[in-house]
C-alpha cells in the first residue's frame, strides 16, 4: 500500500471523522457454528456486554474481534456516559490483539477500524490525533479488503469514511490529505448492493452518507424506508430501525 504524508484535519472537527468507522454499523454474526455460539446469542438479543464476556473468554481472535465490537455496541447505545471509556478502551485493546493474533484475517481488521471510530470520540483532539487514528482506520479497512474484497462489512465501513472526511475536510483538502473522495462512496456503496442486496444495514447506512455529502435526499429518503421494511433479525438490527426512522424525520422536516 502506498503511503500518504498525513496532513492533520482543522483541530476542531477532527473527531469527527472518527466515527467513520461504522461502519460501523455492520456488525454482522458470523454464521459459523463452534465455541462462539453462546456469544453469537448473547449479541442476537442485546445483551452485549455479555457477549462481550463469553467471546473473550474463547481467546482466539475471532473471539476477541468479535468481543470487540460487541463493546463498541454496548458502549454506544446501552452504556451509561460514565462507562463508555472504560468499554472503548477495553475494546481497543482486544481489537489489537486480535490484529496481532491474525494479522491475515479481514474480521480482525474491521473489528479494529470501528472502535478506533468509536474509540477516538472519547479523546480530546490532541490525543485523537496523536493516536493518528483517522488514518489507521482507513488503513485498517483498506487491509481487510485486500484480505477479503467482497467483504460487505469492510466496504460498507471504508464508503463511509470517504464520506464522512469529505463533509469535514471538504472535497479537496480530503483528496489530498487522506485519499477520501466522494465517488468513492458511491462506488463502494454500489459494490455492497452487488454483493447483499436487500440487507438491512447496508440500506440504512447510505442514507446517511449521501446526507453528509448534500446529495440525493430522495434516495436516501427510500433508502430508509426500505431499510425499515425489512424484519429486523437480531438487537442490533432493532436499533438500525429506529436510528434509521429518526433520521428519516429528521430528512422529512428538513433538517
Do not use: C
Request: glycine share 8%; charged share 25%; proline share 5%.
Amino acid at each position: 500500500m502506498q503511503a500518504r504524508h498525513i496532513v492533520p484535519l482543522p483541530s476542531s472537527r477532527f473527531r469527527l471523522i472518527l466515527a467513520a468507522a461504522l461502519l460501523a454499523a455492520l456488525t454482522a454474526v458470523p454464521a459459523a457454528a463452534g465455541p462462539l455460539d453462546g456469544a453469537r446469542a448473547a449479541w442476537s438479543e442485546g445483551r452485549f456486554l455479555e457477549a462481550a464476556d463469553m467471546a473473550e473468554e474463547t481467546g482466539g481472535p475471532e473471539g476477541l474481534a468479535f468481543a470487540a465490537e460487541s463493546l463498541v455496541l454496548q458502549a454506544s447505545y446501552l452504556a451509561a456516559e460514565q462507562d463508555r471509556p472504560a468499554l472503548f478502551e477495553r475494546a481497543l485493546a482486544l481489537a489489537m490483539r486480535a490484529v496481532e493474533a491474525a494479522p491475515d484475517e479481514a474480521y480482525a481488521h474491521i473489528a479494529a477500524a470501528r472502535v478506533m471510530g468509536r474509540h477516538g470520540q472519547t479523546l480530546s483532539t490532541s490525543e485523537a490525533s496523536d493516536r493518528g487514528y483517522a488514518g489507521k482506520i482507513r488503513d485498517s479497512l483498506e487491509r481487510a479488503l485486500e484480505l477479503k474484497p467482497a467483504s460487505v462489512k469492510a466496504m460498507t465501513g471504508l464508503a463511509i469514511w470517504h464520506a464522512r472526511v469529505v463533509e469535514v475536510a471538504g472535497s479537496f483538502l480530503a483528496r489530498i490529505t487522506y485519499g477520501a473522495r466522494e465517488k468513492s462512496v458511491h462506488e463502494l456503496f454500489g459494490r455492497v448492493f452487488e454483493a447483499a442486496p436487500g440487507e438491512k444495514v447496508p440500506l440504512f447506512e447510505y442514507a446517511p452518507a449521501l446526507r453528509m455529502l448534500d446529495g440525493d435526499m430522495d434516495r436516501a429518503r427510500d433508502l430508509l424506508r426500505q431499510a425499515m421494511a425489512l424484519p429486523a433479525k437480531n438487537a442490533y438490527q432493532r436499533i438500525v430501525d429506529e436510528r434509521a426512522a429518526k433520521l428519516l424525520a429528521e430528512i422529512e422536516a428538513g433538517g
